[in-house]
């Protein structure tokens, strides 16, 4: 088997073991809300030590920039642990290059929710890119990070 079709099938085998729909390339997701209103997507991120160190995680930090095609719904990302919570709106439009800013929950290591939703009806599409990362000391180095999706509307 020659290198890209490897690469290929260990891209598919990694979608088939979320066993849902979506994309998921490094530290980022790419996914779509449905119609109703209420729709809302649940990712389950784990924040460990760095890969290869042992610098805990510090925060996770998450971003969002709201895809074609154009939707009236504004996008937010909110992260949530241990009943911290914060969220970013992606307020420049629909289909650019820009994200919401950053939000930030200092939650240590362990599993973080980090949720996806819309302020209206409309079938909305997004990307998400998010990091766990050390504390300031360490110059916010990134630590391990594992995603999986949890609910899919
Ligand atoms: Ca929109």
Same mark, same amino acid.
């Given at each position: 088997m020659n290198a890209p079709y490897k690469t290929i099938a260990m891209a598919l085998s990694f979608l088939l073991s979320l066993g849902q729909p979506g994309v998921v390339l490094g530290? +980022?997701?790419? *996914?779509?809300?449905?119609?109703?209103? +209420?729709?809302? *997507?649940?990712?389950?991120?784990?924040? +460990?030590?760095?890969?290869?160190?042992d610098t805990p995680t510090f925060r996770l930090a998450a971003r969002l920039r709201d895809e074609l095609p154009r939707g009236k719904p504004l996008l937010s990302v909110t992260i949530a642990k241990d009943g911290a919570a914060a969220q970013a709106t992606d307020k420049n439009g629909d289909g650019n290059q820009r994200y919401s800013p950053w939000a930030y929950v200092n939650g240590d290591n362990g599993v973080y929710q980090m949720i996806v939703t819309k302020s209206g009806r409309g079938i909305e599409r997004y990307s998400v890119e998010f990091h766990c990362q050390g504390p300031s000391s360490s110059g916010y180095i990134h630590t391990g990070t594992t995603v999986r999706i949890t609910q899919n509307q």
């Amino acid at each position: 088997m020659n290198a890209p079709y490897k690469t290929i099938a260990m891209a598919l085998s990694f979608l088939l073991s979320l066993g849902q729909p979506g994309v998921v390339l490094g530290h +980022s997701v790419r *996914d779509s809300l449905g119609k109703r209103k +209420s729709a809302t *997507d649940v990712y389950s991120v784990t924040c +460990s030590n760095e890969e290869g160190g042992d610098t805990p995680t510090f925060r996770l930090a998450a971003r969002l920039r709201d895809e074609l095609p154009r939707g009236k719904p504004l996008l937010s990302v909110t992260i949530a642990k241990d009943g911290a919570a914060a969220q970013a709106t992606d307020k420049n439009g629909d289909g650019n290059q820009r994200y919401s800013p950053w939000a930030y929950v200092n939650g240590d290591n362990g599993v973080y929710q980090m949720i996806v939703t819309k302020s209206g009806r409309g079938i909305e599409r997004y990307s998400v890119e998010f990091h766990c990362q050390g504390p300031s000391s360490s110059g916010y180095i990134h630590t391990g990070t594992t995603v999986r999706i949890t609910q899919n509307q």
